[in-house]
């Protein structure tokens, strides 16, 4: 079994705001990945870009230069 970790999880509205965060954040180099929405979130995408927690502020500097509103922005141990 896998060893839960904590993650910086933003949820998004749509996939079309998922996959263009994700497009924005590879070509930015940014840390992080696209996965499956956590099911302790409830959103509107089934994906969620999650990231390391200490790359919270780099990723609400990349969500606004991206011109994307996340649903959730939260920290979880999954």
Known sequence: MRKKERRLIAAFYTTHDAMAFEEYCLAQGAEGRLIPLPREIS????????????????????????????????????
């Open 43 to 78: 959103a509107g995408c089934g994906l969620a870009w999650s990231a390391p927690p200490e790359e919270e502020e780099t990723v609400n500097a990349l969500l606004a230069a991206a011109g994307i509103r996340p649903q959730h922005l939260k920290i979880l141990e999954i």
